[in-house]
């Protein structure tokens, strides 16, 4: 996975309840994102870390939290809050050497039942 | 936020013939370009990227251009084939770092 590990791959969810989507690098990078998109769209930015312990809301980070007590990890945790949660999560690092490159994780498909 | 606008949103295109996908963006700070492919269900990958002390930049089949006048990069594919159907996005950097909201690209055999 170029470093960047997302589990699980498919995750169901039920009404009301709360989920955690993992996401682990082994890239040593500083900078963390998590992308929510829905099928035909974009890529809308939730939440970001640029370094631990520190982390940003994106443009729709209603209903969702984070962490950063690590370097290496990241989880999100889409709340009850959340009423619309169904799409594929990518998770994503930021290369610190200048170029902003990103590596993507293989992604969560998130469903509600 | 600096949003970046891209067009079209779907394009189809017959095998063998150019493909053309152009991003425009507003942040004056945007100093790095860069296109992801993404394949259905799987995660989006660089293609290629543009520096903004370059005006173009090719690799193969495709190449990135960069207006930074009109603050535009479109990303150019030529001799199509069916395996570049993908959904292809730009991004810009700068203060925030914002995706296009995508274009869907089917190639017809």
């Known amino acids: 996975d170029g470093g960047i590990t997302q589990s699980p791959k498919y995750l169901f969810r039920k009404e009301g309840q709360n989920v955690t989507l993992s996401c682990e690098q082994n890239?040593?990078?500083?900078?963390m994102y998590w992308y929510r998109q829905d099928p035909g769209q974009g890529l809308r930015l939730i939440y970001y870390?640029?370094?631990?312990?520190?982390?940003q809301k994106g443009d729709i980070a209603e209903g969702y939290s984070v962490s950063r007590e690590k370097k290496e990890s990241f989880p999100l945790t889409v709340t009850s809050a959340q009423k619309n949660p169904t799409a594929f999560y990518l998770c994503?690092?930021?290369?610190?050497?200048?170029?902003?490159?990103?590596?993507f994780g293989s992604g969560t498909r998130l469903t509600v039942v | 936020g600096e949003n970046v606008e891209q067009h079209p949103s779907t394009l189809s295109v017959q095998e063998g013939d150019s493909a053309v996908i152009k991003c425009t963006y507003s942040?004056?700070?945007?100093?790095?370009f860069p296109w992801y492919k993404q394949e259905l269900g799987k995660r989006p990958q660089l293609i290629i990227d543009?520096?903004?002390?370059?005006g173009e930049k090719k690799d193969q089949r495709i190449a990135v251009t960069l207006n930074k006048t009109a603050k535009h990069f479109s990303l150019h594919i030529t001799e199509t084939q069916p395996e570049d159907s993908a959904v292809y996005f730009c991004?810009?950097?700068?203060?925030?770092?914002?995706f296009g909201t995508g274009t869907s690209l089917t190639v017809i055999p």
């Open positions: 994503a690092t930021v290369s610190p050497s200048g170029n902003y490159g990103y590596t």
């Open positions: 890239l040593n990078h500083d900078a």
């Open positions: 870390s640029q370094i631990v312990n520190d982390f």
């Open positions: 942040d004056s700070a945007s100093n790095y």
């Open positions: 543009i520096r903004s002390n370059v």
């Open positions: 991004r810009n950097t700068g203060n925030q770092f914002y």
